[in-house]
Structure formats: C-alpha cells, structure tokens
C-alpha cells in the first residue's frame, strides 16, 4: 500500500444494539418514566442495566436486559448513558408496528442516537447527562415473606384498593397472600390462593404485613 | 325534580357548576338581592377611568360575554385600586362589597377566537386592558344598567352590569416595554409569556388580564379567556416554574407551622421535612357561604407528590392558588419540603370574595413568626388544637403527614 493511503485509526468506545421491537421499548420507558425523571444506564459487554430511585428515595427500579435479548449487540467498554426519562418517552413514542429500534453511542460525538428502523430509518439524536459513576447498593432488607403472584391478580388487587383508599395492607400466611384496604369509603378484602389460582408459591417465615403507599403502587404495577 | 338538595353539593359547586340543576344559583342569587349596589347609575352613559380590567364570563362558551370594568370615579390612583386585589388585604368583607359593587360592567358578546381577529369594540377593550394605569373611558349603554352584584369562588364581586352600545378609550393605554413585546410575540407559548412576564416583575394580576383577554401565546391558540380560568390557569403556570427550581433544592430540616386568619379564613400551614409535595385541606364550617346551619362541616382535599400533579378528582382554584403561594414561599427559602395547607372557613364569610383572598391571606401566614417542633406528634397536636372542627373529621382526610409518619424511605435501608 503506498504510503500516503495509510490511515491513522483513532479508538473511541463504542456501544450499539439493535432490538426486535421497538414499541417493546416504548413501554419500558413508559413504565419507568412513572418513577424516574433521570438515570443511567449502563452498557457491558454482557447487557445494559438501570437502576435508580424516584426523586423521594420510595421506591427503586432495577432493570436489566441481556445482550441475549437483542438482535445485535455490541459494546467494547463499559458505558454510561444518563438518560433524561421524559425526553426519552417522547422519541420513544414515536415508534411504530413494525419498527427496529437502534441505540448507539460513540465516544466521540456525546450523544445516544436513537433510530427507528422500518419503512423509512428514522435517527434522533439525544444529548447525554453526565451523573456521577457511583451505582446505587443493593437496600438491605431481610424479608419474613416471599409470594409469587400472576401479575393480573396483584393489579387488580390493587385497583380494588384504590377505589377504598390511599394506602393499602399486605399480609402474608402460611396459606394465603391478603390484600386489605380500609377508609373513610369501606373496606376492601382481596384472597390471592394457590385454589383460587392467583398464587404460585408463597413461602413465610413468620405471619406478616405491612402498609403501603397507593401513589406509589399505582404506579408502579403499570410497568 | 330533585326534592332535596344534598347539602354538600352547593360546597362542591361554589355556585359555578350549576350542580343542583337550577338555572342560577339560590346562594348567590340571595346573597345580590341582599348586598344590592348602593350607588344607583341613571341614564345610559358612564364616564370613568377604568381600572384597566376586564371580565370574561363564562357561560354559553365559546360565546362569551366580556366587558371592561369602570369605576364611577376619574382618579386614577383610586380606579387602580378597585381592581388590584394584591392592595386590598386588611379591608372587611363589607369593604371590598362595597368597593367592587360600585364597579360596573360595560358587557358584550363575543366568539372566543375573535381574540385573533378583533371587532372595533373588542379592539377598544383589549387596549385598555394592555394598560399598566387606569384609562378614561366613555361607556353608552343600551339600557340603562342593572344594580345587580356577582359573586364567584375565584372571582372578585363585581356590581352592576349593561349592555355597551359604544366604548371609547379617551387617551392612550399605558403600556410598558416587555409586556408590548410579548404581546406582539407571536411565536411564544401562552406559557413561555407568562413566565417572561412573572420574571420580569408584572404583577400576577396585570398578566392574568392579558391572558384572558387573548393577548399572549401563539397566534393560532389566541382566544379570550373566561375570567375564572385564567385566574387558576396563572397560577398553575407560575406555580409550575417556580416547582422546577424548588425541586432542585435541599430538603428543610424542621418542622414548622405557620397560620393566619383573615376575613374568618383561618390557614395553617405545616412544613415537613421531605421532597416536594403539596396538600390542601379546605374546610366549610357550618353556616359559611356553602354550607348550612346544622350541616356538617364540608371538606375537600386535593395532594400532589414530586411530579406536581393532582391526584383527585376534584380540584378548583383554590386549591391552584394555594399550591402556589406554598411553592413561591419555599423558592423564597430556597428548600423542598412536604406542604400540608389547610385552610378553614368560618361563618362571617358570608359571600365568596374570590380567589385573591386566599392568595393573600396564606402569603401573609407565612410572614409570621413559625412555631417549631421536634416530632410530627406534636406539630399534628397542635394543628388539631389551632383548628375548629374535630380532630377525627379532618385527620381522616389527611394523606401527608400520615405519609410523613408511616412512609420508610430505601436509603435507611442503604
């Protein structure tokens, strides 16, 4: 090769994945956005992850989705890509039926493309924030009470209980996961057990409950 | 036909919604014949130097009947008064009737998108509202006008109305430079106006007449206003930008409780330690404008966590101009907290003055001197001495300061 062909190749990390179904997508951020304002996700050669606390340190999202999970996946360093929730929601609806979604990041240019690919490839292209490097620890909580439950019961569950009030009960027996709520407008009971078909395992150490905020459980099911 | 009319429908509906089905309301229709306008206007001219304001109505929207206000007196520093309810705090509830009753209203009718496109005497009235001080002006009316009064949850009195044949604007509006400028933009969300507009130091009143006059925003969305609505849409728009900034702040460290009364409107507010939320608790007693002798006191609450939305159903402009003084109040102190508000009204406010007066009655709750406590026990013990009805009726209401006591938060467990 002549010499003056040679090219000098600078390296800037890169992350790209390309994912089935973007209004898959859509509804992930859709869900977290209930919650969050702003996060980081991070990128390893294994898979992107998220977590995060909405802004009262209530509640706390983990996501996490394998490289398994995408169609193409490609990520060379570590990578943070802060992400401002509602800005995200708003590209992320513009996804259509038959759209791939591709997300890349390039050192070099500080910006996550976002492009919908179907009939026509569509690119956006977003400004990251920078938050420290620190993740959020693991909460350490022993729990006397593990319940596995259709998704389907725990929502209706509680729908139910809003209609009565802003807080709600749960209280796990040997047998059965109950769902109270009580206030100024009745009294609502919900059984979730294994007859009923509600309940796939439950395993308590020792009868409990506890109260929760319905603001924040309402919320957080729509994920 | 409905026999009986649930007692608390009339507090729900503050005689706007017409929710008992009648024509007009009984409440305020007793409450006009009663406080009728003392100054009688003859003939069918008037000449005076409207405080520059302008009444929008609401009924039969989108045609609406609007008129500017004029004063029977020609001194311009008196006319700005009758009309700029942030001067009027201290007054009686029988000044501030009687002051607004001498007010009357030069009516007309009109589409609300003819803010774009504006007749000759919509023209006329617009500019007197884009006026800072009082303009003369000259009123012919059609007939001679009605004493009559009109009371509304959100809207100051107003005394007697007619209907306009001709108004002339005798000298120029006075408008200054910013407010002419974003008049003329026409690019400029409504809400990207009233924010310029609330920075640059206009008065909230003086930006809420521009807005329901249909002289801000983009020029497609311009229209005129019901009155009513503006008042809360302001302080909704100037309540969320100051949320963007108070977010951003420190939590408080202490709990204090500020409280004021004023015009038998009794405010206690609580400030918890936490990040951004707000609650309001209003409280009818028996025998105020809403609620009769022997009912029970009438409660309504409304909250809002972190991202500064409602969570009810039921809101009114109360509850917007509540959440912006707490919001303007914790910008001041440059802190986030838990605002738990509740204002509680009494008998001796027997007609509904409108929304200023718990603007100004809360504003000034937080000048006082706070008291401090070292448990949410006490503060809620206190609060439940400070306020008039039972301790059981209200607390069950409230959703805050149970949340404060009973909510852990993940980084204790960090």
Redesign the interface.
Known sequence: MPEEFKIEVEVWSLFRAVFGDARLWRKIIDALSTLIDEANFVATSEGLRMRA????????VDFEMDRSAFNEYLCDQETMLGVNFDDFKKILKRATASDKLELEYSEEEKRLKVRFIGRTTRTFSIPLLEFGQEE??T???TFNASVKMLSESLKEAIKDAEVIS??VRFEANPEVFIIRAS??RGEVEVKIDMAGGGLLSIDVKEPSFA?Y?L?YLGEMIKA | MPAKINPHLCAQCKGARRLCGRAKCPIIERLAAQLGVTEKITGTQLFGASPPSVLVGEHGYPKVRLGPLVPPVEDKKLAAYYDNPEQWYGKSIEEIIKLRSSLVRANFTVGVKEARRASKLLERTQELALSSIPVDTEVHFAKPVKPRLLFDGVISPVGPSGVVKNLTVVENPVVPRRVDALVGDYDAPAVVAVRELYEAGVSQHYITRLLTMGLLGRKIDRRLVPTRWGITAVDSMIGDYFLEKVRDFPELGEILLYSNSYLDNHYHVLLLPGSYAFEMVEIWLPRSVWVKEGAKSYIVENFELYDGKWQRADVDGGYKAMRLVAIEFLHKIKRQAMVFAIREIGPRYYAPLGVWNVREGMRHAFEKEPTRFSSIEEAVAELARRIKTPFNQWWKHAYLPKMFKMQRRLVEFM
């Open positions: 606390m909405d802004p009262s340190r209530v509640a706390m959020l620890a909460p350490r909580i802003d807080f206030g100024d109260y905020s603001s």
